[in-house]
Structures are given as structure tokens and as C-alpha cells.
């Protein structure tokens, strides 16, 4: 076991990890932050993504202790208590969620996405889209969401 310690949400919290231990796990399974979703498991559907020091990772394609000394934003962080934030509440009244599943990690990339890009093109939001799959929305709505958040 490695005790891994990390700023999640602006907190700082430490507990054990095997070293095979996925970020994705210690997350859910040692922090208790279960709004991160896990879909393929291996990279793909981009359920999973976080902010790792500000970057979007997929955190099912690291490991806990590499994620040691770092600063990782969850979908938890976003929201003020009970009063959500502009893109969260952009993408609940453009209906860009269905089931929710991949709504986690969407949400991340784009906080990312609209953090280096305030006011992306239609194309800059799909592309940085691109990173996740979504089986119910068909995307155009999330689009619509993102947008305008931005705007
Ligand atoms: Fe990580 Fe699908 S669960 S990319
Ligand atoms: Fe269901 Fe995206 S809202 S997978």
C-alpha cells in the first residue's frame, strides 16, 4: 500500500492504494466521490474524465499514486451546495443529459474546454466533444449547452 494524498475540490485528502489501484477507483471506492463514472474502463467512452492539475484525464488510464502531490477536480466541485453552476445548469435546460451516465466527464471536459476557451465555435466544442460518448443525446443538445454557457 502507497498513501496517496491529493487536493480533490479544493480539499486536501489522503488515504491507501495498492499500486495497481485505478485513479478512477480511489476516487469512487477511497474518497467516496461516486460522481465519477466508469464506462469502458480502458480509455474510450470518456465517462471517467477529471481535471488532473486542470487537464482533462481519463481516470480509468491512471493510476492513484500517480495522481499523489496533484490537484483533481470531480463533477462534485462544481456545483455551490445545492446551486449549480452556469454550464450545469446551461445543460439541464438545453436537455443535454438523458441517462446521466456520460454526463460526469462531459461536464468536466468542457469546464476545461471553456476555462482556455471562453467563447469556443460550434467546431471547438465538438471537437473537444469528441473525447466522449454519449448514447442518448446524440450531442447536439450538449452542443447547444455548451454554447451557451460560453455565451
Ligand atoms: Fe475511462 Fe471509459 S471509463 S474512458
Ligand atoms: Fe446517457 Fe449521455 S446522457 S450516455
Same mark, same amino acid.
Given at each position: 500500500?502507497? !498513501?496517496?494524498?491529493?487536493?480533490?475540490?479544493? @480539499?486536501?485528502?489522503?488515504?491507501?492504494? /495498492?499500486?495497481?489501484?485505478? &485513479? *478512477? =477507483?480511489?476516487?469512487?471506492?477511497?474518497?467516496?466521490?461516486?460522481?465519477?463514472?466508469?464506462?469502458?474502463?480502458?480509455?474510450?467512452?470518456?465517462?471517467?474524465?477529471?481535471?488532473?492539475?486542470?487537464?482533462?484525464? !481519463?481516470?480509468?488510464?491512471?493510476?492513484?499514486? @500517480?495522481?499523489?502531490?496533484?490537484?483533481? /477536480?470531480?463533477?462534485?466541485? &462544481? *456545483? =455551490?451546495?445545492?446551486?449549480?453552476?452556469?454550464?450545469?445548469?446551461?445543460?439541464?435546460?438545453?436537455?443535454?443529459?438523458?441517462?446521466?451516465?456520460?454526463?460526469?466527464?462531459?461536464?468536466?471536459?468542457?469546464?476545461?474546454?471553456?476555462?482556455?476557451?471562453?467563447?469556443?465555435?460550434?467546431?471547438?466544442?465538438?471537437?473537444?466533444?469528441?473525447?466522449? &460518448?454519449?448514447?442518448?443525446?446524440?450531442?447536439?443538445?450538449?452542443?447547444?449547452?455548451?454554447?451557451?454557457?460560453?455565451?
Amino acid at each position: 500500500m502507497t !498513501r496517496v494524498a491529493v487536493i480533490v475540490n479544493g @480539499q486536501s485528502r489522503e488515504a491507501d492504494a /495498492e499500486p495497481r489501484l485505478l &485513479l *478512477a =477507483d480511489f476516487l469512487r471506492h477511497e474518497l467516496g466521490l461516486t460522481g465519477t463514472h466508469v464506462g469502458c474502463e480502458h480509455g474510450v467512452c470518456g465517462a471517467c474524465t477529471v481535471l488532473v492539475d486542470g487537464e482533462p484525464v !481519463r481516470s480509468c488510464l491512471m493510476f492513484a499514486v @500517480q495522481a499523489d502531490g496533484k490537484t483533481i /477536480e470531480t463533477v462534485e466541485g &462544481l *456545483a =455551490d451546495g445545492d446551486k449549480l453552476n452556469h454550464l450545469q445548469r446551461q445543460m439541464r435546460e438545453q436537455h443535454g443529459v438523458q441517462c446521466g451516465y456520460c454526463t460526469a466527464g462531459v461536464l468536466m471536459s468542457m469546464t476545461a474546454l471553456l476555462r482556455e476557451t471562453p467563447s469556443p465555435s460550434e467546431p471547438q466544442v465538438r471537437e473537444a466533444l469528441s473525447a466522449h &460518448l454519449c448514447r442518448c443525446t446524440g450531442y447536439q443538445n450538449i452542443v447547444n449547452a455548451v454554447l451557451a454557457a460560453s455565451s
